[in-house]
């Protein structure tokens, strides 16, 4: 067998391979569809071929920056949990377990910053916080992990494909949309993202908020007695 024909055998080996992939994710698609996202995005699912960006259980909570205190975090109702998390392009996928169906929800890392809290430990874990909009943003998770080294990796995951998203967002905006290339695997991740996103728990109201409100209902019956 010659060379030409060795390597035509190999791009057609790759062709039947990524074909076999994107029918594998068109069918979970289906059935993540069918059954409402209970369904059809497993951890396995979302790994396709090239494994997931990051994997790793950890303990996640919605809220603002509280730090610690006598080991209890503060900022919301919400209570930290135990979830297996999973980073698959610009998605952070949030499991019970990870032998789940589906994830419970998901976090979009478009325009997130991740944020390596050293100094802060709860019962010996490492503190991440998810900023929106940057690292100076309004704090909307709080994730400890169990190891330094795993709130790390986790920490550069998120860096990482918020950097990547933020290109992609410059080429659509000058209209370079072509220069955008995703895996199968990718696209599949980020359109169960899209869906799981909006099952996020509610954030809960911040003490600024909870002043303003006051300020507000006090000014308000202060006309009213007038």
Do not use: W
Not at 35 to 59: C, I, N, P, W, Y
Not at 126 to 131: E, F, G, I, Q
């Amino acid at each position: 067998m010659s060379d030409e024909q060795k390597s035509l055998r190999a791009s057609g080996k790759r062709a039947s391979l990524r074909e076999s992939m994107s029918g594998a994710f068109r069918k979970a698609r289906m059935s993540f569809v069918r059954s409402r996202g209970k369904r059809g995005a497993t951890v396995q699912d979302l790994r396709g071929t090239k494994g997931a960006d990051f994997e790793g259980e950890g303990m996640i909570h919605r809220g603002v920056e509280a730090g610690c205190c006598g080991g209890l975090f503060f900022g919301g109702s919400d209570p930290m949990k135990e979830r297996y998390i999973l980073v698959k392009g610009t998605g952070c996928f949030v499991f019970a377990s990870e032998t789940a169906l589906s994830p419970l929800y998901a976090i979009k890392l478009d325009h997130m910053a991740a944020e390596l809290k050293d100094k802060n430990h709860h019962e010996g874990r490492t503190l991440v916080l998810l900023r929106a909009g940057g690292t100076l943003g309004d704090v909307q998770y709080e994730i400890s992990f169990s190891t330094p080294d795993t709130a790390t990796a986790f920490q550069k995951a998120v860096t990482e494909q918020a950097s990547l998203a933020a290109t992609d967002e410059t080429r659509k905006r000058l209209g370079h949309d072509h220069l955008i290339s995703k895996r199968a695997s990718v696209r599949y991740a980020e359109s169960i993202a899209k869906s799981k996103e909006k099952e996020q728990p509610d954030k809960p109201v911040t003490r600024d908020e909870v002043l303003k409100n006051m300020e507000e209902a006090g000014g308000a019956a202060g006309v009213a007695a007038m």
